[in-house]
């Protein structure tokens, strides 16, 4: 299980740097059993490049499986059923940034 709780109004950068509205995110993800969902395994080697130029290279084991999520974000909240989302665990990983 992880649990999102934080209140983004009390980050100034959040704010300033125009990311929408600020307010409450309690969010809880908990991972439903690999035999009902799934779940995957992988050793993995991810370059990502950002439209700046910038490189993030991601190296590591990651197992990944799907979660019930539950919880309000900036006061709404799921009333239509049941929501799922995913989890990625990450093992011995290195992320490196490189700039352009």
Request: some cysteine.
């Amino acid at each position: 299980m992880a649990t999102l709780n934080v209140n983004t109004c009390d980050f100034a950068e959040f704010i300033a740097n125009g990311q929408g509205p600020c307010g409450t995110l309690d969010i809880t993800w908990t991972e439903l059993p690999a035999s009902v969902t799934g779940s995957f395994a992988e050793r993995s080697n991810i370059v990502d490049t950002f439209p700046n130029g910038e490189k993030m290279v991601q190296v590591g084991d990651v197992l990944g499986f799907t979660a019930l999520v539950s919880g309000t974000a900036l006061n709404f909240s799921n009333t239509g059923g049941p929501a799922y989302g995913s989890l990625a665990q990450q093992k011995n990983v290195t992320k490196t940034f490189t700039g352009p």
